[in-house]
């Protein structure tokens, strides 16, 4: 089992080497296959990796972006990316997004790729990774997940209703995601501090999706100072 490395500082400290760490991933491999959550976590991450990408610092025009998650018959998830890397060159033929119609070929596609060579996530408030809830088997691979209670409360902060709140999601599995060759992950917000530390610091139990990223050898952790509080 791995020590995961665990890098602490203010938002925009965070969000700034976590950018620079993509940019060497990705100038080493130009077409790297990267896969990106959505969320709140990674919001500034994507802002300031846009930044560099406009500033002539890295290119993700070459890379393969694949969407961690997306809900069951709506593409919130999808616009998320693309509003929010808008400022990067990523190219739109590169971009790919799972299907609840078919996501075993998801994982195909992945193999195709030659691997995951980065995945960048955040953290539920539940420890949930992509929207792998509790109790996710830790070999799973893309599928369908039914949101959890809990999920849903989340997701009505960030302006869904009971009209437009979404039932299911599709998701890269703890398996896809645990098989990247490299892994991020940004926690910001006091909300996510027990989450954080049952990653870190709870066994390896599908209770607790995050802790099987305690078992990869490559997962960097940023945090900021909230949600590093209680480590």
């Known amino acids: ?106 994982d195909r596609l992945i193999e195709s790729l030659g691997g995951l060579d980065l995945a960048v996530l955040g953290i539920g408030q539940d420890a949930h990774i992509g929207y792998n809830e509790p109790a996710t088997p830790f070999d799973s691979y893309t599928h369908v997940q039914k949101l959890t209670d809990r999920t849903k409360r989340q997701l009505s902060e960030r302006g869904y209703t009971k009209e437009n709140m979404p039932e299911y999601a599709v998701t890269m599995g703890i398996k896809t995601l645990t098989e990247a060759r490299n892994i991020i992950l940004l926690a910001g917000g006091e909300d996510k501090a027990a989450a954080v530390f049952e990653m870190v610091y709870g066994k390896t139990i599908t209770y607790i999706p995050a802790s099987f990223l305690q078992i990869p050898t490559e997962v960097t952790v940023y945090l900021d100072t909230a949600a590093a509080s209680r480590l």
């Open 1 to 106: 089992m791995s020590e995961l490395k665990i890098i602490k500082g203010e938002a925009s400290e965070i969000e700034e080497q976590a950018a620079r760490q993509i940019k060497d991933i990705v100038r080493a491999k130009p077409d790297a296959a990267i896969a990106l959550a959505a969320g709140r976590d990674v919001k500034g991450l994507y802002k300031r990796l846009g930044e560099m990408c406009a500033a002539g610092e890295v290119s993700l025009k070459n890379a393969r972006i694949l969407a961690v998650t997306e809900f069951s018959e709506r593409h919130d998830c999808e616009n998320f990316l693309r509003e929010q890397l808008c400022a990067a060159d990523v190219s739109g033929e590169n971009c790919f997004f799972p299907d609840a119609a078919a996501p075993e070929e998801y």
